[in-house]
Structures are given as C-alpha cells and as structure tokens.
C-alpha cells in the first residue's frame, strides 16, 4: 500500500474526500494521511507539500526529495492568499495524472503544480 501524505496546509476536507475516494477502491492501494509529521513515512512514500519559492524549489521540498520521498508541492507564493476550494478543486482536477506518476515512477521525484492547472511540472 503506498502512502500519500498531506501537509496539514492542505484543507481537512480534502484530505478526507480523498480517504473516502480511496476507501471504494478495492483492493485499497493508497492510504491518505493528513499530518504535519512525516517520521512514519518510508522511501516509497508520497508527500504533497506547499513550496514557497517563485523559481526552483525551497529547502523543504528540496530535503523531502533528498530524503527518498516523491514530492508534489503546490506553488503557494504565486498566489496572494491561498483560495482552499481553488487548490482542492486543482488536486482534484490533477488526481487521476498524480495517481499515475505515483504508479509509473520509480525513483524520488519533485511535481509542481499550481491553480488552474491541468498540468504537473517535472522538477527532479
């Protein structure tokens, strides 16, 4: 079962549609957790994370990546205040591209994404 965790920035009620989508796949392969402490996650984990930066990455998501984990990271700071039913409206839109690249890839990785977009943008 592979892991998918999200920072608690990401909106609770995401999280939990996310878990109740999951719950009707059988057999259930991925497991949703909204935390903010990743010490029980594993090298085939999945983060999803906000980074910070206008260009590249920050340190966090940079770290994450070194530390084995494949990374999805919401371009934050290219918005003034972040809108949560725009960025739950957004992953929704991007699941069905995320839950392939999760399948398909088999090293650490780091996606972008931001509002509005119908694309994942490969980092690392």
């Known amino acids: 079962m592979i892991k998918v ?3 608690t920035q990401y909106p609770k009620n995401l999280a939990e549609g996310l878990v109740l989508l999951h719950q ?8 949703i957790i909204r935390t903010s402490d990743f ?6 984990s999945v983060v999803f ?3 910070r930066t206008k260009k590249g990455i920050d340190i966090i998501t940079e770290r994450h990546y070194e ?3 494949k990374v999805f990271a919401f ?10 039913f725009q960025l739950s409206l957004s992953v929704l839109s991007l699941w069905p591209k ?3 690249t999760i399948h398909s890839e088999a090293s650490p990785f780091v996606f972008t994404y931001k509002y509005s977009g119908n694309t994942l943008k490969k980092i690392k």
């Open 75 to 84: 371009k934050s700071r290219l918005v003034a205040k972040v809108d949560i």
């Open 67 to 69: 530390e084995g984990y």
């Open 24 to 31: 009707m796949q059988i057999p259930e392969e991925i497991k």
């Open 39 to 44: 010490e029980d996650a594993d090298a085939n």
């Open 49 to 51: 994370l906000f980074d």
């Open 5 to 7: 965790y999200l920072d």
């Open 98 to 100: 995320i839950l392939h």
